[in-house]
């Protein structure tokens, strides 16, 4: 303590003993502020962002506080702040005299400690605006005391205990003895223990020093400390207090959180005139709390194998430069196909890095993952699953007298081939040729009638997803595959409601429109799960197993600049894309098959490992036959075993002659 701080409680222990103080202005203006400083006033809350099982995904407000009575906590919660903060708190009439008078005695022998009482803290901190604790002067002490004297004269003490539990800082921004208990120890204060309570209590003095996260040697030094004074004041016994001294300092995980999640919700309930910002709401969302920790797990992981891939020669998320976001990112999107909500969404590696939501707001190109629709498009119109295409060079040319030839990944051309296989092995030529068979503007139009609010360029090259799109609009388009040909709209928040429950905001799922045929949706599909089974998205099944339908399909962009895998269960929909903000090259042979479909099945894998699944329906008006997957043909007695395969027609559209499309001669353009 600086000498003027030595003066200053001389100056105040003559003023409560009864000596004259010269300072008229002083008191006079200590008496109108200790008219305003005394009162006890509701403070910020926290609105609280739940996951639809109730478990907290995140908190919005100018503070981060969730006040609790003082009876609902045990009662040496309270006790252990008396016995290090205010040992006579139940005798002062808010001003401790003995204590002030030995804190001066300690000061004139260069041992220096605070006197306030915690009545006193309680009107610094809960009117800062009047009283400002930083300032070290007379004036202010005498200000603080007035207004602490008042304050006991319209409260009893429990109610300004109970205020000062729940006003305290704690550090990390959480304020209160609730948010403390929780982000410190994951449970609620009226489950603190009696070594936690003590743990605690050691805080005020210096929440940074003392942080148990951080500095758990000194949290424990002082836990003991409040530990001992509680049993000298016989709060505890010594036998209680010896045992909770044996505990060691053990605290929580940091909480899962989902900050994209909160973000969004923040955003939606705010255009909707719900002020979530102001504190005290309780916002439920769709978020399906276990899947969303998996996800945020899966990319984690993911991203961290793909860093350790030979040839990758990016900054390492490890070794980042402080507040840099130019390391490997990912984003992880997961709904319910029936009703478009949200399950999951973790928008990037790390919230604390980039606020910006990769899963909402980013543009990308999706690649090969847009081909289904261009697939459903041909099967709407005289294609079947077993039409036969052609995986050829081609030169389309385009305006400017350019060319455009598009290449697959290998690098080869395979020759004729069934749609089905095509689709299985994403060979791009065919997805071309079918684009500019149906038209690109047919195309958009499923497009955006499945979700996808951005432009589709008529060009040919977006049949192989050369147009950029919202990751959360390509995950929404594909559960229309996943529930029988339904477009749905994603959905955040089922409702928000007050501290008292009364409800305030209520977000309905957005109706369902017939978009695509449901023999089409099941084709496809079914199509996609050969991209699972055998196709560019086998890595998927080294982590879901068999019994768990699996449907989607990869995508891979050029220069492997994007990474995505889109895919589904008969109960999820989800999808991953892997890639920098700042597009480049991920790494050689960087595809979506080897990065992102990975995640997805280590996500949903370990999902299915705690839950059922159903399995699809046959819509009506589908015929299934045998057929030969070599000679792209009926099945018949000289089909090898391991080459005969279902495949499925709309009814009508059974072979006949899978070379029938070609009756007229080939495709042209």
Avoid: C
């Avoid at 090259?461 to 529930?483: C, E, H, K, Q, T």
């Avoid at 977000?507 to 799960?529: H, N, T, W």
């Avoid at 995508?555 to 894309?577: H, L």
């Avoid at 018949?636 to 001669?665: C, H, M, N, V």
């Amino acid at each position: 303590m600086e000498l003027r701080d030595t003066l200053a409680s001389i100056a105040l222990a003559a003023t409560v003993i009864g000596a004259p103080l010269t300072a008229p202005l002083a008191a006079q203006t200590a008496t109108t502020t200790a008219t305003q400083a005394w009162q006890i006033v509701p403070q910020p809350q926290s609105s609280l962002v739940l996951a639809r099982d109730g478990q907290l995904l995140g908190e919005l407000g100018t503070q981060f506080r969730m006040s609790v009575p003082i009876g609902t906590l045990p009662p040496y919660v309270g006790q252990a702040f008396i016995a290090v903060e205010d040992q006579r708190f139940y005798k002062h009439d808010g001003v401790d005299v003995v204590g002030m008078a030995a804190a001066l005695k300690d000061a004139l022998r260069g041992h220096a400690r605070g006197a306030s009482t915690i009545t006193q803290q309680l009107v610094g901190n809960m009117h800062p605006d009047i009283i400002d604790r930083a300032d070290r002067s007379i004036a202010r002490k005498i200000h603080e005391q007035n207004a602490a004297r008042e304050m006991e004269r319209h409260y009893d003490k429990e109610q300004i205990l109970e205020a000062y539990l729940n006003q305290i800082h704690f550090g990390h921004g959480w304020y209160g003895i609730e948010e403390a208990a929780r982000h410190y120890f994951g449970i609620p204060a009226a489950k603190l223990s009696l070594a936690q309570a003590a743990t605690l209590a050691a805080l005020p003095k210096g929440p940074a020093l003392y942080d148990p996260v951080r500095h758990p040697d000194r949290a424990r030094e002082r836990r003991d400390l409040v530990l001992t004074l509680m049993a000298q004041q016989n709060y505890v016994s010594a036998e209680a207090a010896a045992a909770a001294k044996a505990e060691p300092v053990i605290t929580a995980p940091a909480m899962a959180t989902a900050p994209y999640v909160v973000d969004v919700v923040r955003r939606e309930a705010e255009a909707n005139g719900v002020p979530v910002m102001n504190g005290g709401y309780q916002i439920t969302t769709t978020i399906n709390a276990p899947l969303q920790t998996l996800a945020a797990e899966a990319l984690t992981s993911g991203l961290a194998r793909a860093e350790a891939r030979a040839g990758f020669k990016h900054p390492m998320f490890a070794t980042r430069a402080p507040g840099s976001s130019d390391y490997l990112q990912g984003t992880v999107i997961a709904m319910d196909p029936e009703d478009g909500d949200v399950l999951a969404l973790v928008g990037g590696r790390s919230y604390a890095d980039s606020h910006f939501d990769r899963a909402i707001n980013a543009l990308r190109q999706p690649g090969s993952a847009f081909k289904p629709i261009v697939y459903s498009t041909a099967l709407a119109d005289t294609f079947t699953a077993t039409s036969i295409v052609y995986d050829t060079a081609l030169a389309i040319p385009l305006d400017r007298n350019a060319v455009y030839r598009p290449k697959n990944d290998d690098g080869q051309f395979l020759g004729p081939m069934t749609l089905r296989e095509a689709l299985t092995r994403s060979r791009n030529p065919v997805a071309v040729e079918i684009g500019m068979a149906e038209g690109i503007d047919t195309i958009a139009a499923l497009a955006h009638s499945l979700g996808i609010r951005t432009p589709i360029a008529p060009y040919p090259s977006s049949a192989i997803g050369a147009s950029a799109v919202r990751p959360i609009d390509l995950v929404a388009a594909y559960a229309a595959f996943d529930n029988d040909g339904s477009s749905v709209t994603p959905r955040f928040i089922d409702h928000i409601s007050e501290a008292a429950g009364r409800v305030v905001y209520t977000q309905k799922s957005a109706g369902r429109d017939s978009v695509l045929d449901p023999r089409i949706a099941f084709i496809v599909r079914d199509m996609m799960r050969d991209v699972v089974t055998r196709g560019t998205a086998t890595s998927v099944r080294r982590y879901v197993p068999d019994r768990i339908e699996v449907a989607g399909k990869t995508g891979t962009t050029n220069n492997d600049t994007d990474a995505w895998f889109v895919g589904m269960t008969p109960e999820i929909v989800a999808g991953v894309w892997v890639g920098f903000d700042k597009p480049v090259p991920i790494a050689p042979g960087a595809a979506g098959g080897s990065l992102a479909a990975p995640i997805w099945g280590d996500m949903i894998g370990r999902y299915y490992a705690e839950h059922s699944s159903g399995e699809w329906n046959l819509p009506a008006g589908i015929v299934a036959m045998d057929f030969d997957r070599d000679r792209m043909a009926p099945a018949d007695s000289t089909t090898l075993p391991d080459k005969r395969y279902t495949e499925y027609f709309i009814d009508g559209t059974q072979p006949g002659d899978p070379w029938a499309i070609f009756a007229k001669g080939p495709i042209t353009f």
